[in-house]
């Protein structure tokens, strides 16, 4: 594990050392190469776990993560080079730290054995997305913005920090290699479901569930484009993450503690579809579209069934990926036209024709169309929740029809039609924003073919 | 905002008809909805000549263009040398390197 987080520390020396017309080159080809590194995590035994040492290792749910977390800084520092070419150069340098040491913590964080540190490391990343957000952020309400993300995610988690704590006494070790094989059944009491609110609610404040969301719309639409990106694409899965391995504590209480979370999620995805169909500003259609794909991963984490986890596991390497090239497209036109309402900038499908090819296929696979592997996530989560109640089957199909419509509908808005009269000077697509979209694209597609690698532990 | 916009534009054309000498219809465009309606002749000896260059209706003054003084640009950076590498190392690392060989490996781990 050393090999990815030594070059990922030295990172911020080479952008503090680097030439000034270097500073781009260095650290995106440098964290080109630690995410190449990073891919031989994927040769996973079969019955354990990569177990590197005391403090780290990776597993087949853990090391996808860790495989979607050093990918993406290549492509957060491609995607934020435009936006900041007016900055001096320290500011600069200051931005690409921030990014580096949110994807260090992220990298500790998804390959952390103790769960304390896991911890730590989870609070430790609200730290650079903070700064990002708030110093970075275009409009004055990123100040807001950043305060409902702090303290959303604080308050939620300190009650996790005190479970921890707790557990630790009792159970003599919180080592997530340990507890696989020592977790004793939680007897029913108030006292133990007090535990598993405490436990639950960070990662459900972090996914995030419908009642909890509030953080989300706002971070990220007033974040810059590599916060948003990483928002999307990485932040929220902790939350999956840590849901998926504190459960493994909690049974059987988890069997009727959460229902009413799942109530709320599927009536969340419902509700944040629907909402996704009524939005004129782009970044928040694309947020609440995050919040409605992140309820099913919540679904499926809760469901505890093989099929779910796997559809967990997928779902948030897919979501992550088409999530993040859908801020990406946003933010190509928001450098355009200075502005994030759709239908200002209409009818680009004419003006700027491969920019639309990646926008038809980002809201192909935000619908998840066949054979992707948004298709596969969802698909078993649907069938998990199916077999866990038939009724669900109802909302689930009303969500992915929804979804389907508002996909559609930010396409055709942004896309198709006449252009509006003020958008015919925007300027042609460069080729950074091109390789960007493929970028984000090829390993989404490529991932369809092979997708074993993403479907997690229970394989 | 449209009837206002539309006279703003109309003005200008009818500037730009007056700057570059050609004879500039005297019809007034201006509906009574919006601003007072101002006869043309009235006004054709205290406009300032518009600017004959402008690329956007309405430019930010902070965004540049790449593509102005660099046509060949790829979006990294004004200087057209780095800009150019910039590219390289993007598609080298990125696609030659990471997506090709990283897919291989993949392709070839074992079945566990």
């Known amino acids: 594990m050393l090999k990815i987080i030594i070059p990922t520390m030295m990172l911020i020396l080479l952008t503090w050392l680097s030439k000034p017309n270097m500073i781009w080159i260095n650290t995106t080809a440098h964290s080109m190469l630690i995410s190449l590194i990073s891919l031989t995590y994927l040769n996973q035994l079969t019955d354990n776990s990569l177990n590197f040492s005391l403090l780290f290792f990776a597993d087949s749910l853990s090391t996808p993560l860790l495989v979607l977390t050093t990918w993406l800084l290549p492509l957060m520092l491609m995607a934020s080079q435009h936006h900041l070419s007016k900055e001096t150069l320290t500011r600069k340098k200051l931005y690409i730290t921030m990014l580096v040491m949110l994807q260090l913590f992220l990298i500790m964080t998804f390959t952390a054995t103790e769960l304390i540190m896991f911890y730590i ?13 708030t110093r970075w952020g275009n409009q004055t309400e990123r100040l807001n913005a950043g305060l409902y993300f702090l303290f959303y995610t604080l308050v939620g988690s300190l009650p996790l920090l005190i479970a921890l704590l707790w557990l630790q006494n009792n159970l003599g070790t919180l080592n997530l290699l340990i507890m696989q094989y020592w977790a004793q059944p ?111 991963v919540i679904m499926a984490v809760l469901i505890q069934s093989p099929w779910s986890y796997m559809g ?53 696979t935000n619908l998840a169309l066949p054979p992707t592997i948004n298709l596969v996530g969802e698909l078993f989560v649907v069938m998990a929740s199916f077999s866990w109640s038939n009724i669900t089957i109802a909302l689930m199909g009303v969500n992915i029809t929804i979804t389907a419509l508002y996909s559609l509908y930010m396409l055709i808005t942004t896309q198709r039609g006449k252009c509006t009269h003020h958008i015919k000077n925007i300027k042609p697509s460069f080729t950074r924003e091109n390789s960007l979209m493929a970028l984000h694209l090829l390993p989404l597609l490529l ?13 | 905002m449209a009837a206002g916009l539309l006279s703003w534009s109309a003005r200008r054309l009818l500037a730009v008809a007056a700057t570059r000498g050609l004879p500039a219809a005297r019809v007034r465009w201006e509906s009574s909805s919006a601003r007072a309606v101002i006869a043309p002749s009235a006004m054709a000896g205290k406009r300032t000549p518009a600017p004959t260059v402008r690329w956007q209706e309405d430019p930010d003054p902070e965004d540049e263009n790449l593509y102005e003084k660099n046509p060949d640009s790829h979006g990294y950076d004004k200087d057209p040398v780095v800009d150019l590498w910039n590219m390289r190392v993007v598609f080298f690392f990125g696609f030659s390197i990471v997506l090709v060989l990283g897919s291989t490996f993949i392709a070839y781990l074992p079945d566990y």
């Open chain 1, 447 to 459: 991932l369809s073919l092979n997708p074993k690698i993403i479907l997690g532990y229970i394989y």
């Open chain 1, 121 to 133: 490391l989870f609070e430790a990343t609200l730290m650079p997305t903070l700064i990002i957000i």
């Open chain 1, 186 to 296: 939680l007897p029913n009491s108030w006292s133990n479901t007090l535990l598993w609110l405490a436990c639950m609610m960070a990662f459900m404040v972090k996914m995030p569930l419908y009642g909890l969301h509030l953080w989300l719309p706002k971070a990220h639409v007033e974040a810059p484009i590599a916060g948003s990106m990483v928002l999307a694409a990485v932040l929220l899965k902790l939350g999956g993450y840590g849901m998926m391995r504190i459960t493994m504590l909690l049974n059987p209480l988890t069997s009727y503690m959460a229902y009413p979370f799942m109530m709320l999620s599927l009536w969340g995805m419902i509700m944040t579809s629907s909402i996704c169909l009524r939005q004129t500003d782009l970044k928040s259609l694309i947020a609440y579209s995050s919040v409605s794909h992140m309820a099913l």
């Open chain 1, 312 to 364: 967990a596991t997928a779902l948030m390497i897919a979501h992550g990926l088409t999530s993040s090239m859908l801020f990406c497209l946003a933010n190509s036109n928001y450098e355009r036209i200075h502005s994030r309402t759709m239908i200002l900038a209409r009818g680009l499908q004419t003006l700027l024709p491969l920019m639309a090819a990646w926008w038809l296929l980002a809201s192909l």
